[in-house]
């Protein structure tokens, strides 16, 4: 869907990766809708494992973007390709997804599209292997069906779960069942179904079953292979009820194992050093350097004209330089203090999020335990009432039996055995009907808590919703409000480029302006040379023209 690009943000010096639709792609109205969807559906998600949107717009050529964290690291695609992993990481690794997915589940976001190209290993606070998912492209809203049409196919065959191949909308059972792909992965060193036909693939996905992963890592523990199995089952009914019952189960796996980060140390003994973190940005000139190219020009026509007699051009262009010197000085001023105050609204935003998102995690956990615990009663009930049945049959036939055998007037010992037996399957069917009423109302009770925590899980939801959208219309408006200076700042910028052009025009060459001439440029080029970035496209005739280029 996008190209990515690092770049800096010019007002508070942070580097970000800046993703923009594919230019073939422009044209595709959906994809938009879609783009805007991956940072609405992250930012509402908020979660330490999930990327990090800073910002959404339109340039003024209608291109979408959006304005990611800048991630260093490797792809989970590239540590597979080396083999298979110690499990002890793997489960790690998947833990932390696990995690992320579960919050996102929550809030009613599902991915639709995992796969190892989007999941990221980064180092954070000297902790190896810290993922980040990436690309929530394809994500949708539950119950939001606008955007994806009935019945259309999407994802990467890979990865795709038996319902989306068949056509039918995501699940967060969807997700879990693309994780169980990627444990395979990991522990295996290969996918569990692999075909160069996607039709062919999408077919295995719907009805093969997937190979033992033991089969192919024979030290992987049974745990680990009944975890994998049930990720993959085709029926989704079947497999973890969600990403929180995974976790308990990832965690008692992990509690199996080898110490985690020792194994990580170990293997990050044998393996290529990080990248390096990202230089540090290089400082804007900002209108300090324009004060002081200002001062230049005015020393130089000062010199070139020591009679006082300078053209009327070129003293009007000593006057705007510093004219808007000193505007874009006070406009710095306002737009530094605007991104304070925009910078202070998604704090307050982030925070709002987090806090309601742990309440929801909270809530959802103890709802995914209740409901396993209703289900076990449900299923106890069911074996009880299995019983029940047998007993009241034989009740229902020893009793039959005894009264034919008092019509036909038979032995008194026969009869009085078939008698015993008759009540005490009655009495057997009693007790089972009192221990079916107590399941019953076991099961009953857990599935009202269930349905209690259910509706505080909604009411945070459209809590957090009504909050997002009013923080939403404050960032608009504060963005807005610093597109407007921005545009005045380029204006200013424009000004003092052809101002400055014109005094190197007039200036240049001239014998007794050249000592400062050259200290000017001794200047440009010292700041060039410590600068980690070329200038920016606004600033680069400004930029030519006052170096001499």
Same mark, same amino acid.
């Given at each position: 869907?996008?190209?990515?690009?690092?770049?800096?943000?010019?007002?508070?010096?942070?580097?970000?990766?800046?993703?923009?639709?594919?230019?073939?792609?422009?044209?595709?109205?959906?994809?938009?809708?879609?783009?805007?969807?991956?940072?609405?559906?992250?930012?509402?998600?908020?979660? +330490?494992?999930?990327?990090?949107?800073?910002?959404?717009?339109?340039?003024?050529?209608?291109?979408?973007?959006?304005?990611?964290?800048?991630?260093?690291?490797?792809?989970?695609?590239?540590?597979?390709?080396?083999?298979?992993?110690?499990?002890?990481?793997?489960?790690?690794?998947?833990?932390?997804?696990?995690?992320?997915?579960?919050?996102?589940?929550?809030?009613?976001?599902?991915?639709?599209?995992?796969?190892?190209?989007?999941?990221?290993?980064?180092?954070?606070?000297?902790?190896?292997?810290?993922?980040?998912?990436?690309?929530?492209g394809l994500a949708a809203l539950a119950r939001d069906p606008?955007?994806?049409?009935?019945?259309?196919?999407?994802?990467?065959?890979?990865?795709?779960?038996?319902?989306?191949?068949?056509?039918?909308?995501?699940?967060?059972?969807?997700?879990?069942?693309?994780?169980?792909?990627?444990?395979?992965?990991?522990?295996?060193?290969?996918?569990?179904?692999?075909?160069?036909?996607?039709?062919?693939?999408?077919?295995?996905?719907?009805?093969?079953?997937?190979?033992?992963?033991?089969?192919? +890592?024979?030290?992987?523990?049974?745990?680990?292979?009944?975890?994998?199995?049930?990720?993959?089952?085709?029926?989704?009914?079947?497999?973890?009820?969600?990403?929180?019952?995974?976790?308990?189960?990832?965690?008692?796996?992990?509690?199996?194992?080898?110490?985690?980060?020792?194994?990580?140390?170990?293997?990050?003994?044998?393996?290529?050093?990080?990248?390096?973190?990202?230089?540090?940005?290089?400082?804007?000139?900002?209108?300090?350097?324009?004060?002081?190219?200002?001062?230049?020009?005015?020393?130089?026509?000062?010199?070139?004209?020591?009679?006082?007699?300078?053209?009327?051009?070129?003293?009007?262009?000593?006057?705007?330089?510093?004219?808007?010197?000193?505007?874009?000085?006070?406009?710095?001023?306002?737009?530094?203090?605007?991104?304070?105050?925009?910078?202070?609204?998604?704090?307050?935003?982030?925070?709002?999020?987090?806090?309601?998102?742990?309440?929801?995690?909270?809530?959802?956990?103890?709802?995914?335990?209740?409901?396993?615990?209703? +289900?076990?009663?449900?299923?106890?009930?069911?074996?009880?009432?299995?019983?029940?049945?047998?007993?009241?049959?034989?009740?229902?036939?020893?009793?039959?039996?005894?009264?034919?055998?008092?019509?036909?007037?038979?032995?008194?010992?026969?009869?009085?055995?078939?008698?015993?037996?008759?009540?005490?399957?009655?009495?057997?069917?009693?007790?089972?009907?009192?221990?079916?009423?107590?399941?019953?109302?076991?099961?009953?009770?857990?599935?009202?808590?269930?349905?209690?925590?259910?509706?505080?899980?909604?009411?945070?939801?459209?809590?957090?919703?009504?909050?997002?959208?009013?923080?939403?219309?404050?960032?608009?408006?504060?963005?807005?409000?610093?597109?407007?200076?921005?545009?005045?700042?380029?204006?200013?910028?424009?000004?003092?480029?052809?101002?400055?052009?014109?005094?190197?025009?007039?200036?240049?060459?001239?014998?007794?302006?050249?000592?400062?001439?050259?200290?000017?440029?001794?200047?440009?080029?010292?700041?060039?040379?410590?600068?980690?970035?070329?200038?920016?496209?606004?600033?680069?005739?400004?930029?030519?023209?006052?170096?001499?280029?």
């Amino acid at each position: 869907m996008g190209v990515v690009y690092r770049a800096r943000h010019v007002l508070i010096d942070r580097v970000v990766a800046l993703k923009l639709i594919r230019p073939d792609l422009r044209s595709e109205t959906h994809l938009r809708a879609w783009m805007l969807r991956e940072a609405r559906a992250a930012n509402r998600v908020d979660h +330490a494992h999930i990327v990090e949107i800073h910002d959404v717009g339109e340039t003024e050529e209608s291109e979408l973007y959006l304005v990611m964290e800048y991630l260093v690291g490797s792809a989970l695609s590239s540590e597979i390709a080396k083999g298979p992993m110690q499990l002890a990481r793997a489960v790690d690794i998947l833990e932390q997804m696990c995690a992320a997915l579960a919050r996102a589940h929550d809030l009613g976001v599902v991915h639709r599209d995992l796969k190892s190209d989007n999941i990221m290993l980064t180092t954070r606070g000297g902790r190896r292997d810290f993922v980040k998912i990436l690309d929530f492209g394809l994500a949708a809203l539950a119950r939001d069906p606008r955007l994806a049409p009935k019945g259309a196919v999407f994802g990467t065959p890979e990865y795709m779960s038996p319902e989306q191949a068949r056509g039918d909308d995501a699940a967060p059972v969807s997700d879990l069942y693309a994780l169980g792909i990627l444990f395979f992965e990991m522990t295996t060193g290969q996918l569990p179904f692999r075909s160069n036909d996607r039709d062919t693939l999408l077919e295995m996905q719907r009805t093969a079953p997937p190979p033992r992963p033991r089969t192919l +890592a024979k030290d992987l523990p049974e745990a680990a292979e009944a975890i994998i199995l049930k990720l993959l089952e085709k029926d989704p009914r079947r497999r973890f009820r969600d990403g929180h019952h995974l976790q308990e189960e990832l965690k008692a796996l992990q509690r199996t194992l080898p110490n985690t980060w020792e194994v990580q140390q170990q293997e990050g003994q044998a393996a290529a050093p990080a990248q390096p973190p990202p230089p540090p940005p290089a400082p804007s000139p900002g209108v300090v350097e324009w004060s002081r190219r200002a001062a230049y020009f005015s020393r130089m026509v000062a010199r070139a004209y020591p009679n006082g007699r300078v053209p009327d051009d070129l003293q009007t262009a000593v006057d705007q330089l510093w004219e808007v010197s000193a505007r874009a000085s006070k406009l710095e001023g306002e737009l530094a203090s605007h991104q304070r105050k925009l910078d202070a609204i998604e704090r307050r935003g982030r925070a709002l999020r987090a806090e309601i998102g742990r309440k929801v995690e909270e809530l959802a956990e103890e709802e995914s335990r209740t409901l396993r615990d209703a +289900a076990a009663e449900r299923e106890r009930l069911s074996r009880v009432k299995t019983k029940l049945d047998e007993a009241r049959r034989a009740w229902e036939r020893a009793n039959a039996q005894a009264l034919e055998l008092e019509r036909a007037a038979g032995d008194l010992r026969t009869w009085r055995g078939v008698f015993e037996e008759a009540t005490a399957n009655r009495a057997r069917a009693e007790v089972l009907s009192e221990v079916l009423q107590d399941h019953e109302r076991r099961a009953l009770h857990k599935e009202k808590s269930a349905g209690d925590l259910r509706r505080q899980i909604d009411e945070l939801r459209a809590q957090l919703a009504r909050y997002g959208d009013a923080l939403e219309n404050d960032l608009a408006a504060g963005r807005d409000r610093i597109a407007t200076r921005v545009r005045e700042a380029l204006a200013y910028e424009k000004t003092f480029t052809d101002c400055s052009a014109l005094l190197m025009s007039h200036l240049k060459g001239r014998p007794e302006v050249g000592e400062l001439m050259e200290e000017m440029r001794r200047e440009e080029a010292q700041y060039a040379s410590q600068s980690q970035y070329s200038p920016r496209p606004d600033q680069t005739g400004a930029h030519k023209a006052l170096v001499g280029g």
